[in-house]
């Protein structure tokens, strides 16, 4: 036996019947219905939607820790290259650009470790927050991800703006006397 709920025009009206209902399931009720949460400063976020941009700000610093181990791979790459292979091969006006590119780098690289410590938190702090919507102030955490997006873009024209000087300078190092030598040896 289940109940059957219906609205009359004065109020509800409760009537027990040997039917099934074909109304659908309070769990599928509840998937459609939009949920609202307050947060601590007693704005209503739509929490289905909070999570969303949460997971999707969560995979985007994933894929900045993918690029920042990439970028420290490429800068262990270029340190190798430039002061392993080619340090014997530097000299006079080479030798200065080499030492600015070293300085560069050494700025490059400080940078991507203070940008990796930055993202890590962020995405401990996106971790705690999709557990938790209250956990964790969200303004908070949506205005440091975008100053995360903000530096993470000029650290990657900076790290870009790098590698071609490093390749001019490599093309350089490659097209002098020495540098042939050293080439076809």
């Given at each position: ?11 509800t ?12 399931s ?47 791979n ?65 303004q ?10 903000n ?10 703006q ?13 097209k002098?006397?020495?540098g ?6």
């Open positions: 036996m289940t109940l059957v709920t219906s609205l009359t025009g004065t109020g009206e409760i009537a027990r019947k040997n039917t099934t209902m074909t109304a659908p309070t769990l599928e009720t509840l998937k459609r219905r939009t949920r609202k949460t307050m947060s601590r400063n007693g704005v209503a976020l739509l929490e289905h939607a909070s999570e969303n941009n949460w997971r999707a700000f969560y995979a985007l610093t994933e894929h900045w820790k993918s690029d920042l181990t990439y970028v420290d490429e800068l262990n790459f270029f340190r190798k290259l430039m002061f392993d292979y080619f340090a014997r091969q530097i000299y006079g006006s080479l030798l200065e650009q080499t030492r600015r590119l070293s300085t560069q780098e050494t700025k490059i690289e400080k940078r991507r470790v203070a940008l990796e410590e930055r993202i890590l938190d962020q995405n401990a702090a996106l971790a705690r927050l999709m557990e938790n919507p209250f956990a964790y102030n969200a908070a955490c949506k205005d440091e991800q975008e100053a995360l997006e530096d993470f873009v000029e650290f990657m024209k900076d790290f870009r790098f590698k071609q000087n490093l390749f001019a300078v490599t093309t350089e190092i490659l002098s006397e020495k042939k030598t050293f080439a076809f040896h």
